[in-house]
Structure formats: C-alpha cells, structure tokens
C-alpha cells in the first residue's frame, strides 16, 4: 500500500514541476504566433496594428502586388491556352491526316476493284465476238 501511496505521490509531484519545466523552456524562445507542429501554418495576426513594422504594408502595395499577382495568373493562363490550342491543333492534322490516307486506300481499293470488273466484262465481250465470228 505504501508503494501506492509514493506513486500517487510522485505523479503528483511530477505533475507540478512538469507545466514549471514547460515555462521554463518557454521563457528562452520567442513568443511567436506557431503552434509549433510543422504541418500547420503560421497564424496571421488579426490586425494590421499588431503585424512587425517590417512586415506592414500600405494598401497601395498589397493592391500593387494583388494587380502584379493578377496579372502573372493571367499570363500563365494564356501560355496554358496557347499551349492547349497548339496540341489541338496538331491533334486536329493528325485526324486530317488518317482521315485523307483512310479515303485514299478506299479509292484506291475501289479502282482497282473497278478495273478488274472491266476487264472481266472485256473478256466476256471478246469471248461473244469470237463466238459470233466462228458463225
């Protein structure tokens, strides 16, 4: 029971000097708006006031740089636009293209079909006037 009672003793103990040591590590480092978990983001303060003078900028130069930002968003997008159009386009030959040899070979198939059935309707033609001549 005594070795319960040191235990519970000792938790306690261990309780109350722990927020102490935690204070104690926190009294050497800056207090800075991180939770200090590395996946988080820092915080923003609230109001302008409370940012670092080497941090606060007028509203000229964040609309400034929000016109800046704006505009390089643009000019991304249109060399993305640009882009696209080009690959489309050489898309659009590539089908042009297949589609042009595809008619090619048809036509090609369809006179060479054309030509044998001619000359078989020439042979038939022939046969009949050598047949006619030997009467």
């Known amino acids: 029971m005594g070795s319960n009672a040191e235990q519970a003793a000792g938790s306690a103990a261990a309780a109350t000097t722990a927020p102490a040591a935690d204070l104690a590590t926190h009294r050497g480092t800056p207090l800075t708006r991180v939770s200090g978990r590395t996946w988080k983001q820092p915080k923003k303060p609230a109001h302008r006031s409370m940012m670092p003078k080497v941090l606060r900028r007028t509203y000229e130069q964040r609309m400034q740089q929000s016109r800046e930002h704006k505009a390089l968003k643009q000019a991304e997008q249109e060399l993305r636009d640009e882009k696209a159009a080009a690959k489309a386009a050489h898309r659009e030959r590539l089908v042009e293209r297949r589609k042009k040899r595809e008619e090619k070979v048809e036509r090609e ?13 020439m042979k038939r033609k022939e046969l009949r006037a050598r047949v006619h001549a030997k009467h």
């Open 109 to 121: 198939r369809y006179e060479t079909e054309m030509a044998s059935r001619k000359r078989q309707r």
